[in-house]
């Protein structure tokens, strides 16, 4: 593989990156790390990012024909028994995540090969981890050491008929997020709040023991690690904008039980009942008995889109 680091400087590697990063935090473990003060150590992992292409073994680790295909595949983007406006007026299907990675219209088939290199990538991705993890045992820094595993975003590969990331369905912006921290004495707990990327670094603040500035808008997750305290955010935005040669441009606000999905660019509007619709397959906009619901969280996006991005605008 040969990668460009910027100002015509390529180097060629030998070995696989998320093995090349590992290295380098297992190495800054053992020699390079501060004795005598807290550290930082930031690994920030290519993969799972597509061409999905995990070496060796990993690459025949799941076969296609054992996949089960998720309730909401489809061929193609639909809303109900129409294609989405937004996706086929607008030049979605002309995205290079959608017509390079997974073949267009898509196929059981072509899903299903698509996810068992995806699995695969990931088993390889989660043992690198666990390098970092013993090493940290070794060293004997495990229990004092705020572990924090996440993504920015998720993947579809064939949800919805998507393949890519441009999406605000639960595929796309549903995340993992794991926090080990044995200081605090808590393990194997779940919690199923609303929580967002944006409190990552007051947790972080919480846990160093540094003043969480007034600006930031996030919450330390430290509360619910310990299971105290109460959690009283009621919903949760997200957003995507895409290179103007595509002018997919969406918002969304999530509830603990419903979400609502405006594609700004062609005024469609979703909604859905994720407790008992979790796949988003019965779009409920326009109904008339959810007429009030969806007047709400229309109004609480433009609400939270005129404070985050200034006047409205598509």
């Known amino acids: 593989m040969v990668k460009d680091f910027g100002g015509g400087n390529k180097r060629r590697i030998e070995r696989f990156d998320s093995e090349l990063f590992t290295d ?3 190495e800054f473990l053992d020699a390079r790390r501060p004795k005598d003060k807290p550290f930082l150590l930031f690994v920030s992992y290519m993969t799972p990012h597509d061409p999905w292409t995990p070496p060796g073994k990993y690459a025949a680790m799941y076969k296609p024909q054992t996949i089960d295909l998720l309730p909401n595949f489809m061929p193609r983007p639909m809303n109900g028994l129409e294609p989405f406006r937004y996706y086929t007026d607008w030049h979605g299907e002309n995205l290079r995540d959608e017509k390079q990675m997974v073949p267009f219209p898509r196929t059981a088939e072509g899903v299903r090969d698509v996810r068992s290199r995806y699995y695969g990538t990931i088993t390889h991705d989660d043992e690198q981890i666990g390098r970092i993890l013993s090493k940290l045992d070794e060293k ?3 229990e004092n050491a705020l572990v924090i595993f996440l993504a920015d975003h998720g993947i579809s590969l064939g949800a919805h008929g998507i393949s890519g990331k441009q999406t605000m369905y639960e595929e796309g912006i549903r995340l993992p997020l794991i926090i080990r921290y044995p200081k605090l004495k808590r393990r194997g707990a779940e919690n199923f709040e609303l929580v967002s990327l944006i409190d990552i670094f007051p947790t972080i603040c919480e846990a160093a023991g540094t003043a969480i500035p007034e600006s930031v808008e ?9 299971g105290r305290g109460t959690w009283d955010r009621k919903h949760i935005f997200a957003s995507f904008v895409s290179p103007t040669r595509h002018r997919l441009n969406m918002r969304c606000i999530r509830t603990e039980r419903y979400k609502l999905i405006h594609h700004l ?3 469609e509007i979703e909604l859905y009942d994720l407790e008992g619709d979790p796949y988003e397959l019965d779009n409920l906009a326009g109904a008339e008995r959810f007429k009030d619901l969806q007047k709400q969280l229309v109004a609480q996006l433009a609400t939270w889109r005129a ?6 605008r598509r």
């Open 265 to 267: 660019t062609t005024d």
């Open 140 to 142: 004997q820094l495990t």
């Open 218 to 226: 996030g919450k330390s997750l430290l509360g619910l690690y310990r």
């Open 24 to 26: 380098a935090a297992v």
């Open 307 to 312: 404070k985050a991005e200034g006047p409205a």
